[in-house]
């Protein structure tokens, strides 16, 4: 390192998602759709001095085998109207919703970001997706209609059209491009941020560029001290391109955290988690989503299953895939024939493992150390349990990283790009 | 004891350049605890894609809302035209969970040119054409409500199982404009379904009615809870409300459009004249939409002064005896119309018994 002054991180809350990360079997696991649920885990961040709170989105019920996937929770309000009702009861946390840019059109979706930036006073981000299957399509009026090829022809259009409305003064907007062909003017004027907040979240190349011409923060999945530092050099170098500093974007990979007195207390926390993140039926659908085939039958305790993955198969929907399926159940044979697992076991050490595991002092130490080292600028985390997991967090580890000297003490700004360091966007 | 009347009262400013607060959260949370002083059952929030007047997203605007006040129902208006169903009926539903069953929705349609260049999509359509898609969005929204059976969820640990999947329904709704595959992604909202609002005139009802006019009334008999009736005079209104209540039923709740611009100071002609609106007997309405030359101005003079002489005549509830605005309207929870089926992919229900069930 560097004597460069210390880098001061960011943080965000993720309330707890869809996906086998969050334990509803745990008795202190309350409501995932109640508005008390939301209030809880908006106002820990808020007492913690966090950036912001994160929503994600998915726009059609997962499937497997032709059948709603039923083992995670499932079932999710609507971000941008749950985001305006947080921004009554919390007063300078950032309020942040995936919103997909396939399945939307701009006017709207300026107008709604515009308003609840208005209503929150400067805190509003858009998380911009781009999932355009063709499933997810069935429910809405177009369908599957943009190709894969153009997710983000489309989104950077959208987003620059987002800019143009939010700039636009009495004139209005005159807009004709491949995407769009409008013309038209908000009934609102510019948003108190200037524009709202723009956060990524798309991790292929396609993906990687678009952050770096158009964000301003990346949500990456790149959790580990080694993947974040690639991941954070390889975005930052693009930024120049566009002629934006390193400062302009801010990465935050997404991250789980267990917490406990002692390290070994927290260790053996994790691993009971991970068995409750990770039962028999879990395993199953989890090798499904690699194999592209129906699994029901395997023995869960036994080894892996001995065919090879079908990687064009459409078993599983409505979930982004990760990387070539034959190359993934070759890896992770590797593993389970060095530690001889079984399937089951093998599941629980690859996919549960969380990221910070520790006391408050062990895990504050590698947060600050990540960050300083360039893995990341800071972290959205995602707890385990809805509403109470963020509660331990920031009563043990938020007052270890104020002492350290690396996270504010206290709201300095009132806007979401204050609490980030981004400047107010110029009007073009 | 004389039947209560059905108040409700519109939040929105009429257009002044420098009218204050329109993008001030504060403004619209003092206007509802103002209308919960009066004890009215709702207010409405109007929205278009129009740029004038300067106003926020309606149904945004009633969220910010939501947790400063407990018991007003809040109806935005939102509008099906350029809008995704799917979108629609998440809101809506969303805006129910975080008022904890006070939501409701004023079914609008974009009839400018100016709205349908500001998307891009398709060019403008006539009325009727409008109101019959607004009527297939209100269908597919109240299919997704009810897409999840209110005990869906059952977190049961024996078999690792969250929901029972059985009890999720796909809706297959096909329409000329969209066809929606479902389930919701949201669950069923506390009231099952939000109260479903259409404003007609009584020109609508009328012998000589334009298409747009006839579609519009076609859409609340078959989906509205609630109409809010614009008639000229008594006589029209009277005859335009037994019109709709014959053809939609007596669950149906009329309520007429009235002003209701009244002055800071007691001005005693003027409220004498509301008032004697209010009372009046015969109206063939279950009571009124009040609209407000100055919300923030007329919503106190009506929570200090009209309430409390209504309350005195037995015509106004003295305080909420329910928590959601189904409760206030004195309309049942509807249960789900797939809670019988017995499979997860059923056929949709054929519209007859549709129009039974969304009655
Ligand atoms: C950390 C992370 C979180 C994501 N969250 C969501 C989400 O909530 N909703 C969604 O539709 N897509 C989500 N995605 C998917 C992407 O947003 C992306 O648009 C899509 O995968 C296509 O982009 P890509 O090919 O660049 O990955 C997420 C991706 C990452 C890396």
């Known amino acids: 390192m560097t004597d460069r002054p210390l880098k001061q991180i960011h943080l965000a809350a993720h309330f707890p998602g869809v996906n086998n990360t969050t334990v509803w079997s745990d008795p202190a696991s309350g409501s995932h759709i109640e508005f008390a649920s939301f209030r809880h885990l908006a106002q820990t961040a808020e007492r913690g001095k966090f950036d912001f709170f994160f929503l994600a989105e998915g726009l059609r019920l997962r499937e497997s085998k032709g059948r709603i996937h039923d083992l995670d929770v499932v079932g999710r309000p609507e971000s941008i109207t749950v985001l305006n009702a947080l921004a009554a009861v919390t007063e300078r946390l950032g309020l942040a919703a995936t919103v997909n840019a396939t399945f939307n059109e701009p006017y709207e979706l300026a107008r709604r970001f515009a308003s609840l930036d208005h209503l929150s006073g400067g805190r509003a981000a858009w998380n911009v997706v781009t999932s355009s299957d063709a499933f997810t399509g069935e429910n809405f009026r177009r369908g599957g209609y943009l190709d894969r090829a153009d997710r983000y022809t489309r989104a950077a259009e959208f987003v620059q059209l987002a800019r143009e409305f939010w700039d636009a003064g009495e004139d209005g907007v005159r807009h004709r491009g491949p995407q769009f062909d409008v013309e038209g003017r908000l009934s609102l004027p510019r948003p108190p941020q200037g524009h709202p907040v723009v956060i990524q979240a798309g991790d292929s190349d396609e993906g990687r560029e678009f952050a770096a011409a158009t964000a301003d923060v990346v949500f990456s999945r790149h959790s580990t001290l080694a993947d974040g530092q690639a991941f954070h050099a390889d975005v930052k170098r693009r930024l120049a391109a566009y002629g934006r500093k390193p400062d302009e974007l801010k990465i935050m990979p997404g991250v789980t955290f267990v917490l406990a007195d002692t390290d070994a207390e927290a260790a053996e926390r994790a691993t009971a988690i991970r068995r409750a993140q990770v039962g028999p039926q879990t395993t199953i659908a989890f090798l499904e989503q690699v194999w592209g085939v129906d699994l029901s039958d395997h023995d869960p305790d036994g080894p892996l299953p001995a065919v090879d993955p079908d990687p064009d198969s459409a078993l599983v929907q409505g979930r982004v895939r990760h990387g070539d399926p034959l190359a993934v159940a070759r890896r992770w044979r590797a593993v389970a024939a060095e530690k001889n697992l079984t399937s089951h076991e093998l599941v629980i050490e690859l996919t549960g493992r969380q990221s910070f595991i520790g006391s408050p002092a062990t895990v504050a130490a590698q947060i600050d150390h990540f960050v300083q080292n360039d893995a990341a600028d800071g972290f959205i985390l995602v707890p385990h349990l809805t509403p109470g997991g963020l509660d331990e967090f920031v009563d043990g580890v938020v007052p270890l990283l104020q002492e350290r000297g690396v996270f504010r003490t206290d709201y300095t700004g009132r806007t979401l790009r204050d609490h980030l360091g981004l400047p107010l966007p110029g009007r073009r | 004891m004389p039947r209560q009347l059905h108040l409700s009262a519109a939040l929105d400013s009429p257009e002044s350049p420098d009218s204050p607060g329109r993008f001030d959260a504060g403004h619209y949370a003092a206007l509802a605890r103002l ?120 977190r049961d640990t024996a078999t690792g199982r969250f929901i029972d999947r059985d009890k999720l329904h796909y809706v297959d709704f096909e329409g000329p404009h969209f066809s929606v595959r479902g389930p919701s992604i949201t669950p069923r909202p506390p009231q099952g379904r939000p109260v479903v609002v259409v404003p007609v005139t009584a020109a609508d009802l009328a012998p000589d009615a334009s298409p747009g006019g006839r579609a519009r009334v076609a859409t609340a008999i078959r989906h509205a809870d609630v109409v809010l009736l614009d008639a000229p005079d008594r006589a029209t209104r009277l005859s335009a409300a037994t019109d709709l209540r014959l053809r939609a039923g007596e669950s149906l709740r009329i309520l007429a459009r009235l002003d209701a611009t009244l002055s800071a100071l007691p001005d005693r002609a003027a409220d004498e004249r509301l008032l004697a609106e209010l009372t009046a007997t015969g109206t063939g309405v279950d009571g009124f939409h009040l609209a407000t030359a100055d919300p923030l101005r007329d919503l106190a003079a009506l929570a200090d002064r009209i309430a409390p002489a209504l309350r005195a005549a037995g015509l106004l509830r003295d305080e909420y005896t329910g928590r959601t605005l189904r409760d206030h309207l004195g309309l049942a929870r509807p249960t789900s119309r797939y809670a019988a089926a017995p499979l997860s992919s059923p056929a949709a229900p054929t519209a007859p018994a549709l129009a039974e069930v969304t009655r």
């Open chain 2, 35 to 154: 209308a919960e002083r009066a004890t009215l059952d709702f207010v409405t929030l109007d929205d278009s894609f129009a740029a004038e007047p300067s106003r926020p997203d309606a149904l945004a605007a009633l969220a910010r809302t939501a947790p400063l006040t407990g018991r007003v129902g809040l109806v935005p208006t939102v509008t099906t035209t350029h809008t995704e169903p799917f979108h629609t009926s998440i809101s809506v539903n969303t805006l129910d969970w975080v008022s904890e069953g006070r939501a409701g929705w004023l079914v609008g349609v974009s009839t400018t040119e100016a709205e349908a260049r500001a998307f891009g999509r398709r060019p403008v359509a006539p009325e009727d054409e409008l109101w019959a898609e607004a009527a297939d969005a209100v269908e597919v929204a109240a299919r997704l409500w009810d897409s999840w059976e209110d005990d869906a969820e059952i």
